[in-house]
T-cell receptor, first 110, second 113 residues
Framework: GQQLNQSPQSMFIQEGEDVSMNCTSSSIFNTWLWYKQEPGEGPVLLIALYKAGELTSNGRLTAQFGITRKDSFLNISASIPSDVGIYFC??????????FGSGTKLNVKP | DTEVTQTPKHLVMGMTNKKSLKCEQHMGHRAMYWYKQKAKKPPELMFVYSYEKLSINESVPSRFSPECPNSSLLNLHLHALQPEDSALYLCASAGTTNTDTQYFGPGTRLTVL
């Protein structure tokens, strides 16, 4: 199967700091998705990216679809305690298969 | 509405029990998925249904039996499970166009005793 390398694995930051995480792959994807998951809940879709080079924002979150179509990053600006959770990237080639990164666990200290 | 619902929220079962997990979506999506997720790991794909037909089975043991009664519903029938099958079971749905966005349900926390 396809491997997505997501980094960092975990982050401990102070409230108000900006955060950046990314996913890379050796394969090309048609779509990149970013999810946030809180304990005991399902992943919630944050941002969907459909075109190479696309930069999309959702409030304090900004994500980009890499030009090579093999990578994507997610930035969170001015973090707050409720940003705590695990963030997953997912690369999609077709609707049948969604490949997930290993997750970035974000801890925010008030 | 981008909601996928799952019932039950929690399930505890013995190794000889038979139970079912249920999933429903009303977004008109024609692809539906079952994933298994262990703590602090990404979701692992189990099954994909496309237009109500099983299109992918990721070598899942036969004690898990999926069913798609119609385009809005997806079930996962469980029988003779093992303690190592305890996990969060997630249902998801997606469209079948180029805008392949997948939405997850809240999951069923399964504990096998």
């Amino acid at each position: 199967g396809q491997q997505l390398n997501q980094s960092p694995q975990s982050m401990f930051i102070q409230e108000g700091e900006d955060v950046s995480m990314n996913c890379t792959s050796s394969s090309i994807f048609n779509t990149w998705l970013w999810y946030k998951q809180e304990p005991g809940e399902g992943p919630v879709l944050l941002i969907a990216l459909y075109k190479a080079g696309e930069l999309t924002s959702n409030g304090r979150l900004t994500a980009q679809f890499g030009i090579t179509r093999k990578d994507s990053f997610l930035n969170i600006s001015a973090s707050i305690p409720s940003d705590v959770g695990i963030y997953f990237c997912a690369g999609v080639y077709n609707f049948n298969k969604f490949y997930f990164g290993s997750g970035t666990k974000l801890n925010v200290k008030p | 509405d981008t909601e996928v619902t799952q019932t039950p929220k929690h399930l505890v079962m013995g190794m000889t029990n038979k139970k079912s997990l249920k999933c429903e979506q009303h977004m008109g999506h024609r692809a539906m998925y079952w994933y298994k997720q262990k703590a602090k790991k990404p979701p692992e794909l189990m099954f994909v249904y496309s237009y109500e037909k099983l299109s992918i089975n990721e070598s899942v043991p036969s004690r898990f039996s999926p069913e798609c009664p119609n385009s809005s519903l997806l079930n996962l029938h469980l029988h003779a499970l093992q303690p190592e099958d305890s996990a969060l079971y997630l249902c998801a749905s997606a469209g079948t166009t180029n805008t392949d966005t997948q939405y997850f349900g809240p999951g069923t926390r399964l504990t096998v005793l």
